[in-house]
């Protein structure tokens, strides 16, 4: 039985020493490759920005002096804007939780919704069937990086609903299990995976903790 983990997020230096310590043999990979686009953001669309993916974030650096009021999904993206200065007006665990909120405490405020090109539907849906004023603007583009492993891993870790599809396009093999970051990614994994996980917190690190506890857990 495999004891590496494969993680489809590159980590971070510190993550990849939590993995050294763990006992675990990890495999890490970009499997969505994200491009920043060069945005102008008039003042006029800054009252009420939307974020739900840390990948936004870049495109507000620049207007953060003009910036009124974020609202963004996870307590990841919500740290980066606070080291940026800016503090979220809200922070929800998903976009449909964040679309309600807005939508119940705002009705009538005219929302920028910074997006990439593969944008989940979910939120803007919502939006026009509520009759709330959104304009999207793309301010990155993401594209998948196709990568096969002839092995089957302990676990494969997932932070989107697209990594999983991608994945699972690329490989035969079905993880021993997976660990996702959220519910929204969970509820992908499900429909193509049997052993699915949510990690209790929304971080890459909650997610490797996770993992290394679910295997550690199998072993006894």
């Known amino acids: 039985m495999s004891s590496t983990i494969l993680s489809t997020k590159q980590l971070t230096l510190p993550q990849q020493q939590l993995m050294l310590h763990s ?7 970009d499997i969505l490759k994200t491009t920043a686009i ?14 739900t993916s840390k990948n936004a974030i870049l495109a507000v650096e620049s207007h953060k002096t003009h910036i009124m009021n974020v609202y963004c999904v996870g307590t990841t993206a919500a740290a980066e804007l606070q080291t940026m200065g800016i503090s979220p007006k809200i922070v929800a665990e998903n976009a449909r939780e964040l679309a309600l909120l807005l939508i119940e405490k705002l009705p009538n405020a005219n929302f920028t919704y910074l997006c990439s090109n593969h944008r989940r539907d979910e939120l803007p849906d919502l939006f026009k069937s509520h009759k709330v004023a959104l304009k999207e603007i793309i301010v990155y583009h993401s594209a998948i990086v196709q990568k096969s492993f002839d092995r089957i891993f302990a676990a494969v870790l997932f932070y989107s609903p697209r990594g999983v599809i991608a994945f699972a396009k690329a490989n035969k093999h079905q993880p021993q299990c997976s660990i996702c970051i959220g519910e929204t990614t969970a509820a992908a994994a499900r429909k193509l995976f049997e052993n699915v996980h949510v990690a209790t917190k929304q971080t890459v690190e909650n997610v490797l903790v996770t993992a290394i506890k679910i295997l550690r857990d199998d072993k006894k």
């Not at 060069?38 to 974020?51: N, R």
């Open 23 to 29: 006992g675990f043999g990890f495999v890490h990979y």
């Open 38 to 51: 060069d945005t102008h953001l008039d003042q006029k669309l800054l009252e009420h920005l939307i974020i």
